[in-house]
């Protein structure tokens, strides 16, 4: 099976790490014509638990944050983590580099890209930023378990 569109999901954990160099290790040979590049800003703090919110709420809550300073500081720190893997990847000799910002559950949204992008594999870190999957479930195991093309899970 060749392999011509990879997305790489990251965010700042340190799983990215492990996704960059897996990445690397795997198409050192024969690139990908596309690598896309995937942050899903999540909304979250102390008082909000999206993770219990159905699609329409959510829905509403974005809607309510768009243009508060509060989502410009997540826009950032997308352009931010999207632009710093970038120049990774590039020092890396990789060409064809997009970059893609998605709001929403991660799992979910990570899906939605893969399907939309006609993607033919995902590589993702094993563990986020966070060490709660024992209360809402990993985000790497939601997307193995639904996602029609191959996941690699990176360590």
């Not at 986020?128 to 809402?136: D, P």
Request: with cysteine; glycine share 6%.
């Amino acid at each position: 099976m060749e392999m011509k569109k990879v997305i790489l999901a990251v965010d700042e954990g340190k799983g990215t790490e492990a996704v960059i160099k897996t990445f690397a290790d795997l198409f050192f040979c024969a690139r990908p014509e596309t690598v896309i590049l995937l942050y899903v800003e999540k909304i979250e703090g102390k008082s909000v638990m999206t993770e219990m919110l159905g699609d329409a709420e959510l829905s509403t809550l974005k809607e309510e944050l768009r243009d508060t300073e509060y989502q410009e500081q997540l826009d950032r720190k997308a352009k931010a983590i999207l632009a710093h893997y970038s120049k990774k990847l590039e020092e890396l000799g990789v060409l064809g580099i997009q970059t893609a910002v998605r709001e929403g559950h991660p799992a979910d949204e990570i899906l939605k890209e893969t399907v939309e992008q006609a993607a033919d594999m995902i590589i993702i870190g094993s563990r986020g930023k966070r060490v709660h999957s024992l209360l809402i479930g990993s985000v790497s195991r939601e997307v193995s378990q639904c996602a029609r093309i191959p996941v690699l899970i990176a360590r």
